[in-house]
């Protein structure tokens, strides 16, 4: 079973504090035009953006949940259509060249032009910007600036952004920011016990800790064998002592035969946050990976900050994942 997808998705497990935010500035009549949803990947924002957003479309009625639309009510179905008249739905797409899921500044000047007409149901419009951190500065955010310096009446942009720091500091600053937290991990063993229950409680409380509260990282794990994948950068990091090269360009091979990218894209995020948590243990002073020798920790705290660069240049750009794989790891062996 898989999580439905969050414009269609009726839960919203763990964040009933940020969705009360949303509905208490609602109330008040004086809603914020522009709202900037952040958090880790997969742990809720754009399911709390379109729960809000059917919330306002539908009139604001009262649930029995904070921001509740009943599922089977003709705004939930609309919305979770893409069919609304008074909702827009800005979101990377695959650009030209074969470059992967970018923003593009002409649906950016769409969702602008929209903002600036008259609600057809005579109520808010509504723009969904997600994955805002795929936004080029120097054209999307641009674009969007004029209308969250001068927004048009009862209107709400709502900007889901999984890195914050991305975004130009005169859009941040516009937006009214809401923090979404990790789930505990009573709640995540809930959801995943829900969403997966073909797989054993242990597998399950593994894709749990590797996703760090994230259900959709969980999710996205189990789907793209991450306990696997984890057990791969495990390996390679054990290794660095002693490089292999066949054995390197067999991982390399593998990761970039999957055509999705979610191998190599998952690949990364774990050895990132293999290297984060080594760093922490060690700054706790507690025991850290022998392999955390092989540099100082400033060049470690360095060497995370290269791999997501390559990581999101590989994507974006459409480059060669098994030269990016390669290449991570001769950063990380190089002495």
Do not use: Y
């Not at 927004?151 to 900007?159: D, E, I, M, R």
């Not at 240049?313 to 459409?318: H, M, P, V």
Request: net charge positive.
């Amino acid at each position: 079973m898989t999580a439905p997808e969050p414009r269609a998705n009726p839960d919203l497990v763990g964040h009933e504090e940020a969705a009360r935010t949303l509905e208490s500035a609602a109330r008040s009549g004086r809603l914020h035009h522009a709202w900037l949803l952040c958090g880790p990947p997969g742990i809720g924002k754009a399911t709390l953006a379109w729960r809000f957003a059917r919330w306002l479309l539908a009139g604001m009625p009262q649930g029995e949940a904070p921001l509740f639309v009943d599922p089977a009510s003709a705004v939930f179905r609309r919305v979770a259509a893409d069919t609304h008249a008074d909702c827009f739905t800005l979101e990377p797409n695959t650009g030209d060249r074969g470059t992967k899921r970018v923003l593009r500044v002409e649906d950016a000047r769409e969702a602008v032009r929209f903002l600036t007409q008259t609600a057809a149901e005579g109520g808010w419009r509504v723009v969904v910007l997600d994955e805002a951190e795929r936004a080029d500065q120097a054209a999307v955010q641009n674009t969007l600036l004029k209308t969250l310096e001068e927004p048009p009446p009862k209107t709400v942009l709502l900007v889901v952004c999984s890195a914050p720091q991305r975004l130009l500091p005169t859009i941040r600053s516009r937006c009214r920011r809401l923090d979404l937290n990790p789930l505990p991990a009573a709640e995540m063993e809930a959801l995943l016990a829900r969403l997966l229950p073909e797989r054993g409680k242990a597998e399950r409380a593994r894709l749990a800790a590797l996703a760090a509260g994230s259900p959709g990282r969980a999710l996205a794990l189990a789907e793209a064998g991450g306990l696997e994948l984890q057990a791969m950068v495990e390996a390679s990091l054990d290794a660095l002592a002693r490089p292999e090269p066949p054995r390197e360009h067999a991982l390399a091979d593998r990761l970039a035969m999957d055509r999705t990218g979610g191998a190599f894209g998952i690949f990364m995020g774990l050895l990132r946050g293999a290297i984060a948590a080594a760093l922490r243990e060690a700054a706790r002073g507690r025991p850290a990976p022998p392999w955390l020798a092989r540099h100082p920790l400033a060049v470690w705290a360095s060497l995370w900050d290269r791999l997501g660069h390559l990581a999101d240049d590989t994507e974006r750009l459409n480059l060669d994942r098994k030269q990016a794989v390669l290449t991570g790891l001769s950063w990380l062996a190089r002495p």
